[in-house]
């Protein structure tokens, strides 16, 4: 009796870095593409489609979340030990292109968040570099992990948020609209914003980090099961907030933040233009913190260096390093003048789809190696289910080829 009424409380402590990773999932970029896919395509075929891509997203985490506890080690040593030096070159510097491109959209949506709120650009950009950097001298990774909790806690505003919403575009309408060349591009955005490759190398790190061992995967699951609801919960949300802006925005290939809120403003009223321009502005910073964060566990471990949150400045150098050097050189990208966030946000996310197809790859290989994951290696339907997203990947990034050569 004593255990069973201990388990909740058990399970409690253990979530964090797979609600963590699939709340930073939706970032200042995804925030602005998902609006702005409602309110192109309106809801009826993008927000079923982003609940069952939930589904993906769960099944590649938990892989993730299973590979580091079970065999305590990263993706990334394994993959030196297991496939060589030369992949594991080519996918960590792959990562931190992709997660400084990502960077970039958060830095540029946190200043355009602030700037509507009416800070001038370099106070914007000094505000968001100066929180970014401040997990630094956080005291141990819990108090990090509360940092991040706390930031993500703001996205469920969204849920609420999207109670009141009513879609412009009826369903008939809405599917009707679902067709071209513009959509097909915005689905692939869709899917590869749902498994970025940098939610891999976090949730594998975090749970190292965290202390887990293989008799936590049960609460690890739980832990991730719950961020991928949540995740696309809000993604949901905020597709169908879009449809309520259904023919509200003129330029909508070209519009950013200061059109997203002007048109909320118009249908709901200034408070709504403000939340979304103060979610713009928190939901890059949780997403500069975990992005920044998978790039310096990634190539920490890669040089053999400490790598631990739990550890100062000081202790672990060039992991706080590689973190500041990702932080600043993002920032400084973001003052550069004309940058469009939708734009930048929805190439980032199909690129992100075509990185994920060999980290995919080499993950089910290693989730699967009895001699890595002992008892808790991937059953056949484990296998079955990875082997789907690897071919569920594959079509999309061939199918993006195709766009952007068209």
């Known amino acids: 009796m004593r255990g069973k009424k201990r388990r909740p409380f058990f399970l409690f402590l253990f979530l964090g870095p797979g609600l963590l990773a699939a709340m930073a ?10 609006t702005v896919t409602g309110t192109k395509f309106g809801w009826a075929v993008f927000v079923p489609l982003t609940l069952c891509l939930a589904a993906v997203t769960y099944t590649v985490q938990e892989m993730a979340m299973r590979l580091g506890v079970a065999s305590g080690r990263g993706y990334t040593r394994l993959l030196r030990e297991r496939y060589g030096m030369g992949w594991m070159v080519f ?24 700037e509507l709120l009416g800070f001038p650009v370099w106070a914007a ?6 929180l970014a950097l401040s997990i630094a001298v956080l005291s141990g990774y819990k108090a990090k992990e509360r940092f991040g909790l706390l930031i993500g806690s703001f996205h469920l505003l969204f849920l ?27 689905a692939a955005a869709l899917a590869g914003n749902a498994i970025a490759p940098w939610m891999i190398f976090y949730q594998n790190g975090a749970y190292a980090d965290k202390g887990m061992k293989a008799r936590h995967i049960r609460a690890g699951r ?9 995740q696309g ?27 997203i809120v002007a048109a909320l403003d118009a249908r709901f ?8 321009a103060l979610g713009l502005f928190d939901s890059g910073l949780l997403a500069a913190v975990t992005v920044s964060l998978s790039s310096s566990w990634s190539i920490a471990e890669s040089f053999g260096w400490s790598k631990s949150l739990n550890d100062s400045v000081r202790e672990a150098p060039g992991f706080y390093g590689i973190y ?10 973001a003052l550069a003048p004309g940058l469009r966030l939708n734009g930048i946000s929805v190439f980032v996310q199909v690129a992100g789809g075509a990185l994920m197809t060999p980290i995919l790859f080499f993950l089910t290989l290693l989730t699967s190696n009895r001699d890595v994951m002992g008892e808790h290696a991937n059953s056949l339907r484990q296998k079955v289910r990875a082997w789907v997203c690897v071919g569920i990947l594959m079509a999309v990034s061939a199918f993006a080829a195709a766009l952007a050569i068209v």
């Open 25 to 34: 999932d939706n970032d200042a970029g995804g925030l602005i593409s998902y």
């Open 91 to 114: 996918q960590v510097a792959a990562l931190f292109l992709e997660n400084q491109l990502t960077l970039l959209t958060e830095f540029v949506g946190m200043s355009a968040g602030l």
């Open 125 to 130: 950009v000094a505000v968001s570099v100066g």
């Open 160 to 186: 609420f948020f999207a109670l009141f919403a009513r879609p412009a575009a009826g369903v008939q309408e809405s599917v009707r609209l679902c067709s071209g060349p513009s959509f097909r591009w915005y």
């Open 222 to 230: 739980a832990d991730t099961l719950a961020g991928c609801v949540c």
């Open 233 to 259: 919960l809000v993604a949901a949300a905020l597709i169908f907030i879009g449809s309520s802006l259904y023919g509200m925005v003129p330029d909508l290939e070209n519009a950013g933040a200061p059109q």
């Open 269 to 276: 009223g200034p408070a709504a233009g403000v939340l979304f």
């Open 324 to 333: 500041a050097f990702s932080v600043l050189l993002a920032a400084g990208m």
